[in-house]
T-cell receptor
Framework: GAVVSQHPSRVICKSGTSVKIECRSL??????MFWYRQFPKQSLMLMAT?????????EQGVEKDKFLINHASLTLSTLTVTSAHPEDSSFYIC?????????????FGPGTRLLVL | GENVEQHPSTLSVQEGDSAVIKCTYS??????FPWYKQELGKGPQLIID?????GEKKDQRIAVTLNKTAKHFSLHITETQPEDSAVYFC???????????FGRGTSLIVHP
């Protein structure tokens, strides 16, 4: 149980284009999902908290107009990187906390590697 | 806010040896401490967690200990195998909907 999927697993795009990443909780409902960014050999950097049916909460320094988050259902959150630039290249990981049970437990997706040329 | 320190940053052991990774936290209100294993190119996977009402928890070759007084917790892996090679992250949170704070990670290398 507690499986989180991400799609796509890898994406290469041209500078200036937008990229959408999907995060799905497959066998549980998640009121809250989280989006992280991870640079090589570094820890996880929380970007934003995605709440079903309401606006996302962004961490300091994260541009909300650049990283659009939509949490339209209890099993799906999307992150759209708008007008991507090479510096946005990174490993993006989502996690989900089950609505039922211990709410502090987070389950991570497999990640999406974004390369902006 | 919470600050989590993790040591060592790199740990190299021979197959069959034990490995210990240590973390300290700063916020005495933290009461939930998960450990994640991240293999290359993949997302972190929860391997074990402990809540502040217990001092130790074990799951086969993996164990976690917690010292609330000293505000530190440790991951112990016994009889290490090459497939244990990965980056391990500790985290601390206040539970509930509080977002965990992660350590910087430990790269464990198990030599066959």
């Amino acid at each position: 149980g507690a499986v989180v999927s991400q799609h796509p697993s890898r994406v290469i795009c041209k500078s200036g284009t937008s990229v959408k990443i999907e995060c799905r909780s497959l066998d549980f409902q998640a009121t809250t999902m989280f989006w992280y960014r991870q640079f090589p050999k570094q820890s996880l950097m929380l970007m934003a908290t995605s709440n079903e049916g309401s606006k996302a909460t962004y961490e300091q320094g994260v541009e909300k107009d650049k990283f659009l988050i939509n949490h339209a259902s209890l099993t799906l959150s999307t992150l759209t990187v708008t007008s991507a630039h090479p510096e946005d290249s990174s490993f993006y990981i989502c996690s989900a906390g089950p609505s039922a049970g211990p709410q502090e437990t987070q389950y991570f997706g497999p990640g999406t590697r974004l390369l902006v040329l | 806010g919470e600050n989590v320190e993790q040591h060592p940053s790199t740990l190299s052991v021979q197959e069959g040896d034990s490995a210990v990774i240590k973390c300290t936290y700063s916020d005495s209100a933290s009461n939930y401490f998960p450990w994640y294993k991240q293999e290359l190119g993949k997302g972190p996977q929860l391997i074990i967690d402990i809540r502040s009402n217990v001092g130790e928890k074990k799951d086969q070759r993996i164990a976690v200990t917690l010292n609330k007084t000293a505000k530190h917790f440790s991951l112990h892996i016994t009889e290490t195998q090459p497939e244990d090679s990965a980056v391990y992250f500790c985290a601390a949170s206040k539970g509930g909907s509080y977002i965990p704070t992660f350590g910087r990670g430990t790269s464990l290398i198990v030599h066959p």
